[in-house]
């Protein structure tokens, strides 16, 4: 399955806001640099708790204000709301390839906003310095996606790649200590 093909797919932007939702993400755009927009997305998240849309809002303010537990909080709901849509299990770690060909049958978008926030969990699990649980969520999605269409791998590596730093920073911090 290639995890790019989800032409004549509708997509999460697609679908339709309620009026008020729309109006709420948009005034929350509008008073961004003036540090209120958490209120009208937090509104919008009620109203429409499982919009899509509102999700990506909400995952981008709190992103881009390093709010990263934040971030990965709003990440995993998108999960559950789109895990549930599309039947897939409830625990990520229990995901193999036979669900995501059943859940592409379904709707390949939704699919792949689903992949993409575990592809963001993974990250925000580096950004907050959780080095076991990124490597877990980022081998999970590298054994699921082979093509790495979604670029997990690349986030692995360098996963990885900061468990070897700290390994060689202990080892080095030990030989010091042993010299005294």
């Known amino acids: 399955m290639d995890l790019q093909d ?11 806001l309620p009026p008020k939702v729309a109006a709420l993400i948009e005034q ?5 640099g003036e540090g209120e ?3 009208p997305l937090l509104r919008a998240f009620f109203l429409a708790p499982e ?3 509102v999700y990506v809002a909400l995952y981008r303010f709190y992103y881009y204000q390093h709010r990263y537990s934040d971030a990965l909080f709003i990440a995993d709901k998108a999960m559950q709301v789109t895990g549930k849509a599309l039947n897939l ?3 990520w770690r229990e995901l193999e390839k036979g669900h ?3 859940a592409a049958i379904q709707s390949m978008g939704m699919l792949r906003f689903y992949l993409l926030a575990l592809k963001g969990a993974g ?19 590298v054994e699921l996606d082979e093509r790495n269409r979604l670029g997990a791998g ?5 996963a990885k790649e900061r468990v070897i730093d700290d390994i060689a920073e202990q080892s080095e911090n030990v030989v010091r200590l042993s010299r005294f």
């Open 154 to 158: 690349m986030l692995l590596d360098i």
């Open 28 to 32: 929350a755009a509008e008073c961004y």
């Open 51 to 53: 919009n899509l849309m």
């Open 123 to 141: 990250y925000l699990n580096l950004r907050l310095n959780r080095i076991n649980e990124a490597i877990e969520i980022l081998s999970k999605l």
């Open 89 to 91: 299990p409830e625990d």
């Open 100 to 102: 995501l060909g059943v």
């Open 6 to 16: 989800f032409e004549g797919q509708d997509m999460y932007f697609n679908a339709e």
């Open 37 to 39: 927009a958490e209120k």
